[in-house]
């Protein structure tokens, strides 16, 4: 059972930056596909960004496009979530989720094609 740690989030401004790390703590990282999910009190988790295997695919929901940047460190075996020009909205636990369907260059935001996930980190945008 592999087992993925989030950090990284905090009480930002709206406006601001946060940056979100995930980790794997039995196997590297890089044999997932790796997504980022965010659920808000009352709402249903959903799918902000993901990255293949191999780094070169990524691929974003509307809500974070142009605003998020998803990237693999790999010396540091990490995958982080960049987030700029943060609102409100994007108020939530943000939890990352590793894949093993799908080859080395394919990405999903669909919540059912992730078989691991982390416990959260919670992302609070308020002045």
């Known amino acids: 059972q592999e087992q993925l740690v989030e950090s990284g989030g905090g009480l930002v401004q709206p406006g601001g930056s946060l940056r979100l790390s995930c980790e794997a703590s039995r196997s590297s990282i890089d044999y997932y596909t790796i997504g980022w999910f965010r659920q808000a009190p009352g709402k249903e988790r959903e799918g902000v960004s993901c990255i293949s295997q191999s780094g070169d695919n990524t691929v974003y929901a509307d809500s974070g496009k142009d605003r998020f940047t998803i990237f693999r460190d790999r010396a540091k075996t990490t995958v982080y979530l960049q987030m700029n020009s943060l609102k409100p909205e994007d108020t939530a636990v943000y939890y990352c989720?590793?894949?093993?369907?799908?080859?080395?260059?394919?990405?999903?935001?669909?919540?059912?094609?992730?078989?691991?996930w982390g416990q959260g980190t919670q992302v609070t945008v308020s002045s």
């Open positions: 989720a590793a894949s093993v369907s799908g080859g080395y260059h394919s990405t999903t935001l669909a919540r059912n094609d992730y078989r691991y």
